[in-house]
């Protein structure tokens, strides 16, 4: 199994800055791809941004030109810098990794959440 640990979480005012981090653990064989989703209570859980191991990456359009994903493959680590934050970015964040423990068996990952919550 792999396990995913978030950090960076917090408070902050309109317009600062946070920076989040996940590191994964655990029987990795290979990680394929890393994300990071927000899901605030009653909504859908929605992407924010991805990357994968050739450091490709996809962001939502609400958060394109604020937000940077970044991955140290080395280290089987994500980040997420999230600049000129909005009210609107207030959710509960969570790292995902989908990996292989083996050469076959891969599987959908997800870390423990951290909460941002964007306010004045």
């Known amino acids: 199994q792999v396990q995913l640990v978030e950090s960076g979480g917090g408070l902050v005012q309109p317009g600062g800055s946070l920076r989040l981090s996940c590191a994964a653990s655990?029987?990795?064989?290979?990680?394929?791809?890393m994300g990071w989703y927000r899901q605030d209570p009653g909504k859908q859980r929605e992407l924010v941004a991805s990357?994968?191991?050739?450091?490709?990456?996809n962001y939502a359009d609400s958060v394109k030109g604020r937000f940077t994903i970044s991955r140290d493959n080395a280290k089987n680590t994500v980040y997420l810098q999230m600049n000129s934050l909005k009210p609107e970015d207030t959710a509960v964040y969570y790292c995902?990794?989908?990996?292989?423990?083996?050469?076959?068996?891969?599987?959908?990952?997800w870390g423990q959440g951290t909460q941002v919550t964007v306010s004045s």
């Open positions: 995902n990794a989908r990996a292989y423990s083996s050469y076959k068996d891969w599987g959908d990952y």
């Open positions: 990357i994968n191991a050739g450091q490709s990456t």
């Open positions: 655990g029987s990795i064989f290979r990680i394929v791809a």
